[in-house]
């Protein structure tokens, strides 16, 4: 399983902007997907789960009024949008991937077994 995750860079504040994971090696539309980041000098935080249809979709409570996880499995691709970014947004966010496939939104990072190489995502005026 290969996941690529992209669309980060530098954003000022109170803009918005959209990250891409494609996957690719097995049927995409089949797992449930996540995101999570990690902030310098801070541990891995869950941001966002989708499961394998994305009709069912967590957020992390602090985050729920400004992402938004969705996929689209014709194009084998995972997004995450963020709105009215915040410094404290600045991470390297990661997508990844549960190693069974069912219709479950996982939130616990235990589930998840396949990671992209994360994308750098900083807030800066």
């Known amino acids: 399983v290969q996941l690529q995750a992209s669309g980060g860079g530098l954003v000022q504040p109170g803009g918005s902007l959209t990250l891409s994971c494609a996957a690719a090696?097995?049927?995409?539309?089949?797992?449930?997907m996540a995101w999570f980041r990690r902030a310098p000098g801070k541990d891995r935080e869950f941001v966002a789960a989708?499961?394998?249809?994305?009709?069912?979709?967590y957020v992390a409570k602090s985050l729920e009024d400004r992402f938004m996880i969705s996929r689209d499995n014709s194009k084998n691709t995972l997004y995450l949008r963020i709105n009215n970014v915040k410094p404290e947004d600045t991470a390297t966010y990661y997508c990844?991937?549960?190693?069974?496939?069912?219709?479950?939104?996982?939130?616990?990072?235990?589930?998840?077994?396949?990671w992209g190489q994360g994308t750098q995502v900083t807030v800066s005026s």
């Open positions: 990844a991937s549960v190693s069974s496939p069912d219709r479950t939104v996982y939130v616990n990072v235990r589930h998840y077994v396949h």
């Open positions: 989708i499961n394998s249809r994305g009709r069912d979709t």
């Open positions: 090696g097995r049927t995409f539309g089949n797992y449930g």
